[in-house]
């Protein structure tokens, strides 16, 4: 995978992931795992984005998001064209390691379309269930 909009990484960064995170993740045939990004206060989910090792580290260790695009296989940091950054305020692995969540202190928009969310007016007409009594 390509390197570009990488910078330097500084003395005090590791220069890999830590190997006992490494460990936990299932990655797809290209080395990846979907990454939610969900805002830290009030809950919402605001995208998914995707992630290698690298994406994940610099995620962990900078205190901004990066992820990696699969379209210009290279990585970016969320905000850093747009000014809508996406400040990390924790992260956690789901049960099969497949799957990250990334709560967030989201300055703008999170939708490159400049919507609030990547989901917002997308809904899609469904039959809501309701549980039994």
Same mark, same amino acid.
């Given at each position: ?8 990484v ?8 830590d190997?006992e ?7 797809? /045939?290209?080395?990846?795992? /979907?990454?939610?990004?969900?805002q830290f ?31 210009r ?17 924790g ?13 967030v202190?989201?300055?703008?928009a999170?939708c490159?379309t400049?919507?609030p ?9 469904v ?7």
């Open positions: 995978m390509s390197t570009s909009n990488s910078s330097a500084p003395d005090s960064e590791p220069a890999q992931l190997p995170i490494a460990a936990r993740l299932k990655r797809d /045939a290209n080395g990846l795992f /979907a990454a939610i990004v969900q206060d009030t809950l919402e989910v605001l995208m998914l984005g995707w992630m290698d090792d690298e994406a994940l580290r610099r995620t962990l260790t900078t205190g901004r998001v990066t992820f990696y695009s699969r379209s296989q290279e990585y970016w940091r969320k905000g850093d064209t747009s000014g809508h950054a996406q400040y990390v305020k992260a956690a692995l789901d049960c099969d390691g497949d799957a990250l969540l990334v709560r202190d989201q300055v703008g999170a490159h400049g919507a969310t990547c989901f917002t007016g997308r809904d899609l007409p039959v809501t269930g309701q549980r039994p009594d």
